[in-house]
């Protein structure tokens, strides 16, 4: 019922903006549509019709290869003949959609006229001003199917747009929405109630982002409709790595399973462009950990994610870097485990691969390190690890330290005692990734130092090898400094 207790004013909805083409879906299965010219350009567009269930009916006195090809073919729908000749005006009756290939205004005129007076919609190939409707780029996922339009300002701009979404959007959700469109009745049967009906469908949304469906995914919906109906659901935990910073990091698995996430719990290293791929309902919860602050106790995150779980939820658990190192992720699975509650992984890119990057360094060059170590530079009271120290003194050794800035002096002098040379380089990175970032270069000998330029209490990456002298040259004479480091803030 009309609200007549609003002005009119109150009452109106946002208008949506100005659009340049109303984008929409034809339906063309089982229908005609004309073809006008053999070039390659008109051979794509008759594919892409019969593609779409229409029976094509082509007219060229001359016809590419393509072309040819098609005519030939057996197509999985719709179909293509090609007639040899040049068209006639009674040829283009019956049919639904008109294309077009015309070299000149005067030809392409004459298309569109006939194809108005026979009740076509007229395409007349790079020809804009004659053209009553205009094919974009396609996403092909059907029944799901995706149409991106510049209107004609950038067709290389649609291009890369398409491509982008080509990777966000698995192959395998055409199948799982197939399998969806055969069970909207029973859906609607079984399930009463427009919420209850949703929270199906953003399961059903869920699944297929997920995984490809088994062998009858009909019977896995059925399953979840049931759940949904007898009040069941069940909740389940992803641990994702979030890379070291940059939202460019992130893996496109990382990307699906943010979007199906009904809560986050992040880490305060996770970035805020990371976050803000999520899906936009997803609750965000802040359980950061740090060395020396105050912060969340692992046990109350593991309680945290055991108790939103249990009550249906998708709880995404974001990490900085990778989870599985040095993220605590094995005392997660074991206790989700532990509860029953399903956890998946999905990996990230950890710092010490992204600092290798930026510096253009392979951590296993074959003339200066035939093993690289990933260590923490603390243990559980703050002090030096126990670690295999002359294993890491090793000079043909790339050694990565994560979390060492408060113990970076003890480091170093316990790697020199080991035999490791004074004047082995080093590098110190902070916030790898970020506008803020920061990286030093220097020598094991003045490494505390290298550190002190970033901040001891910070979140510090340590890289000790051979492997990063070129790097720490490079530095050097970019900054004009011939001291023992030299500073690179980006």
């Known amino acids: 019922m009309l609200d007549r207790s609003k002005t009119p004013t109150e009452r109106r909805p946002g208008r949506i903006e100005p659009l340049a083409k109303l984008p929409v879906f034809f339906d063309l299965a089982g229908r005609r549509a004309v073809v006008i010219g053999g070039s390659e350009g008109a051979a794509w567009k008759a594919e892409l019709l019969a593609a779409a269930g229409a029976d094509v009916s082509v007219f060229a006195a001359d016809a590419c290869c393509d072309m040819d090809a098609l005519a030939a073919d057996s197509l999985p729908a719709g179909s293509v003949t090609l007639v040899r000749r040049s068209w006639r005006a009674d040829d283009l009756v019956g049919a639904a959609i008109l294309v077009g290939d015309a ?107 997920r995984a490809p469906p088994g062998p009858d995914p009909r019977m896995t919906l059925r399953r979840v409709a049931a759940e949904t109906a007898s009040g069941a659901s069940a909740g389940r935990v992803s641990l994702v790595g979030a890379g070291p910073g ?175 040379p004074p004047s082995t380089p080093v590098v110190a990175a902070w916030a790898l990734g970020r506008p803020d970032e920061h990286i030093v270069h220097g020598r094991l000998d003045g490494l505390a130092d290298s550190v002190a330029r970033i901040g001891y209490e910070r979140p510090v990456l340590l890289g000790v090898g051979h492997v990063f002298s070129a790097a720490s040259a490079t530095a050097a004479s970019s900054t004009g400094l011939e001291t023992r480091m030299a500073v690179s803030s980006i």
């Not at 026979?118 to 009553?132: E, L, P």
């Not at 747009?161 to 199948?175: C, N, Q, S, W």
């Not at 108790?307 to 190192?325: E, F, N, T, W, Y």
């Open 103 to 209: 070299e000149t205004a005067e030809d392409a005129s004459a298309i569109r006229s006939a194809g108005h007076s026979a009740g076509a919609a007229v395409n007349v190939i790079d020809k804009r001003d004659f053209c009553d409707f205009q094919f974009g780029s396609i996403v092909n996922r059907s029944p799901v199917v995706i149409g991106i339009s510049t209107d004609g300002a950038a067709p290389v701009l649609g291009q890369a747009i398409r491509r982008r979404i080509e990777a966000l959007v698995p192959p395998f959700v055409g199948a799982w929405a197939e399998a969806a469109k055969a069970l909207r009745s029973l859906v609607a049967e079984r399930i009463g109630g427009a919420d209850a009906r949703r929270r199906f469908w953003e399961r059903f949304a869920e699944l297929a982002f």
């Open 246 to 420: 940059d939202a460019e990091y992130l893996t496109l698995k990382a990307m699906r399973v943010l979007q199906s996430a009904d809560v986050i719990l992040f880490d305060d290293l996770v970035a805020g462009e990371v976050l803000e791929l999520a899906r936009r309902e997803a609750q965000r919860m802040l359980v950061g950990k740090r060395g020396g602050r105050v912060s969340c106790r692992q046990e109350d995150i593991n309680a945290l994610m055991v108790k939103l779980a249990c009550q249906g939820k998708h709880v995404v658990r974001l990490k900085s870097g990778d989870p599985m190192i040095f993220g605590r992720a094995g005392e997660e699975i074991a206790d989700l485990s532990r509860h029953g509650v399903p956890v998946d992984v999905v990996p990230g890119i950890t710092s010490a691969l992204a600092l290798a990057s930026k510096l253009g360094v392979s951590l296993t060059h074959r003339d200066c390190a035939h093993s690289v170590r990933f260590v923490t530079g603390h243990a559980r009271d703050g002090g030096l690890p126990r670690l295999d120290w002359a294993g890491l003194a090793d000079p043909e050794t790339s050694l990565l330290v994560y979390m060492g800035g408060r113990t970076c002096a003890d480091f170093a002098e316990r790697l020199i005692a080991e035999g490791l």
